[in-house]
């Protein structure tokens, strides 16, 4: 499948705005990628596909999720809106004929971040956050914080704003981030 048709394709089953993002997310990507040295192509691909899966609905997930063999965590439970990012690294093979394990790894972790992440993991992960039309108390200063610091002060930056966050709202924190913020401060 060319980029193109993906994009149609994408186009096709994702709502207006949600497009939008992914086309934002993966220009952001590719720019990244040109900054820190990373496959430039397979950075604009995750970007592309990464929210792939919010073609389901919330309610669907779990189903979705089970029908992948997708193993369930207790958070996931309770917010099924976050297996989209599971789902979504099956799914870029199953519709986009995407068949690789790096774009898969970058888009399973592009919410709640995990151990051991790649470059290309941690372009992805931050690209969704700061892609222009993401308008938030603190995106233009995140994004003028990554004009001059490493790949690593960058996502130790991002996972520190994303779990601040999720404090001030009393939400739930997904373990999978704090062991990567640890990992960074470690
Ligand atoms: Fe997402
Ligand atoms: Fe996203």
């Known amino acids: 499948m060319t980029v193109e048709e993906m994009k149609e394709t994408l186009k096709s089953r994702l709502k207006g705005s949600r497009y939008i993002h992914s086309l934002g997310v993966a220009d952001t990507a590719l720019e990244l990628a040109k900054k820190f040295g990373v496959n430039e192509e397979k950075a604009y691909i995750a970007g592309l596909l990464h929210d792939s899966a919010r073609e389901f609905e919330n309610e669907a997930m779990i189903d979705e999720a089970k029908k992948r063999n997708i193993e369930i965590g207790e958070v996931e439970e309770k917010m099924p809106l976050l297996l989209h990012a599971n789902i979504g690294a099956v799914l870029i093979k199953e519709r ?50 990554a004009e001059n610091h490493t790949l690593d002060e960058i996502m130790l930056e991002a996972l520190s704003e994303s779990i601040a966050f999720i404090l001030e709202k009393y939400g739930l924190i997904h373990p999978a981030t704090v062991f990567a913020r640890n990992e960074l401060l470690m």
């Open 96 to 145: 986009y004929d995407v068949d690789d394990e790096e774009i898969g790894k970058a888009i399973e972790t592009h919410t709640v971040a995990g151990r051991n992440m790649t470059n290309l993991q941690k372009i992805i992960y931050f690209a969704d956050m700061i892609e222009p039309s993401r308008d938030y108390p603190g995106v233009n200063e995140l994004r003028k914080f």
